[in-house]
């Protein structure tokens, strides 16, 4: 499975069409996000690779409650002690086992109604209950890695997050703000289209040097101020 340093420190996990996030740090492994369920053997060998294992995990950050983002998360926490970060709005989801709202549709464009019904539309719509043990709010910073700045990003999801690591000039994670595959994006899906381009709005307002996201490659150091979305 392909795991890619980004920069000291900052791996990215390809979990099979999603990314999550492995930082590493004196205070413990974090992860951002978890993937799908059944993501936790593929997590372990990513881990292995570069010299740890699941039980070295001491955080999760979870950015939203969609099941390629946080499906993984009940079967993670039986292989490590770590302790798990959502807004609460999409933590109230992953408790009940809810992985998306039912206001979810496409984003405008023909291309996107296209991705929506081939994707998104067969996404899963539930994922195990899983425990959530700390809800963060706007403009929080986690105790952790360095200290995570935390950005609700509503649109995509409700209680969708996106963070801020100061090292490296910082480092945006987007999350599902907006896609980068073929070229730099809003998501094809949305709760709330106004609310996700005021949060694009918001995150492009950010400082940072590096812009990685839920799917697609991250955007490096040379060319971040591509991530200014018009």
């Known amino acids: 499975m392909p795991t890619t340093s980004i920069v000291p420190n900052l791996y990215v996990l390809d979990l099979g069409?999603?990314?999550?996030?492995?930082?590493?740090?004196?205070?413990?492994?974090?992860?951002?996000?978890?993937?799908?369920?059944g993501s936790a053997e593929r997590i372990g060998r990513a881990l292995d690779a570069l010299g740890y294992a699941l039980s070295d995990i001491a955080h999760i950050v979870v950015t939203h409650a969609h099941a390629d983002h946080a499906g993984g998360l009940a079967e993670l926490q039986t292989h490590t002690g770590a302790s798990v970060w959502m807004h609460p709005?999409?933590?109230?989801?992953?408790?009940?086992?809810?992985?998306?709202?039912?206001?979810?549709?496409?984003?405008?464009?023909?291309?996107?109604?296209?991705?929506?019904?081939?994707?998104?539309?067969?996404?899963?719509?539930?994922?195990?209950?899983?425990?959530?043990?700390?809800?963060?709010?706007?403009?929080?910073?986690?105790?952790?890695?360095g200290g995570l700045r935390v950005l609700h990003t509503p649109g995509h999801s409700a209680g969708q997050i996106a963070l801020l690591w100061p090292a490296h000039a910082g480092v945006l994670f987007a999350a599902d703000a907006a896609i980068n595959i073929a070229g730099l994006a809003p998501f094809p899906a949305y709760e709330d289209l106004e609310q996700g381009l005021a949060s694009l709005v918001r995150l492009a307002a950010q400082e940072f040097a590096v812009a990685c996201f839920g799917h697609g490659r991250p955007i490096t150091r040379a060319t971040a101020r591509r991530f200014r979305i018009r």
């Open 17 to 37: 069409g999603v990314n999550a996030y492995l930082i590493t740090a004196t205070d413990g492994l974090t992860m951002i996000d978890t993937g799908y369920a």
């Open 89 to 145: 709005l999409d933590a109230a989801l992953v408790r009940e086992g809810v992985a998306m709202r039912p206001s979810t549709g496409p984003t405008p464009g023909l291309l996107n109604r296209v991705i929506y019904r081939l994707t998104i539309a067969q996404a899963p719509r539930a994922l195990a209950p899983a425990k959530v043990d700390h809800e963060v709010d706007d403009n929080a910073v986690l105790p952790f890695a």
